[in-house]
């Protein structure tokens, strides 16, 4: 059997607050080792799809199935702790719980970020925090990684590192991963599925597909969607001996 079975399905799912409407008619499903990516402007309800899948918010419409026993690691977009509070990277990972020092030492070598666990979590680096949020999340041995802007804060060849880093950690766990990003160009070749929204799904499927989609191209601008179109057609598929299309990686079906 395939391992890109759903560990969340989200269908026909809708969240209003009072009378404002956040997300309509949501289908979508995240799957084992696969990379999900949800894109959109600010405002499109990215978040508050992320907040119904780890259950922090309630649909107002619709139903929200998870795989039994889904173990997920979550992983913030931005680390807020107050500069005058003594706290070691060491102290910040025990806050999952896991009192296991060499736990959290795995955890840290797996991320690229061992030689850190004594530092003080204050003098780190933009790169550094993210992966000491990327090795918090991964000491919950989860099913699903949820991924907040991974990159937030990092320059260009950290993002590049990091999404390489994410993909890596997908191939080894099996785990599945959702992830949500504003970098189009970068996400665009890290990724297996695309979410596109804007309160609903404009557009859905591997990221060479939507970047041709008449609902990518109304949401980004024509400038953005070909330029984008240009970055996935060098990253994201080959050529067969006939000239055909073959994506590099587009083994999961989501339906």
Known sequence: MSTHHALVKLQHVGLRYGAREVLKNINLEVHRDCITTLIGPNGAGKTSVVRIVLGLNKASTGNVWREAGLRIGYMPQKLQIDQTFPLTVQRFLQTTQCKDKQQMQQALDEVGAGHLLSQ?????????????????????DPNLLVLDEPVQGVDINGQIELYDLISRIRQQRKCGVLMISHDLHLVMSATDHVICMNQHVCCSGHPAHVTQDPSFTELFGVKGAEALAVYSHHHNHRHSAHGDVIPERNNCNHG
């Open 120 to 140: 003080s979590i204050h003098n780190l680096s933009g790169g550094e925090t993210q992966r000491i949020l990327l090795a918090r999340a991964l000491l919950r």
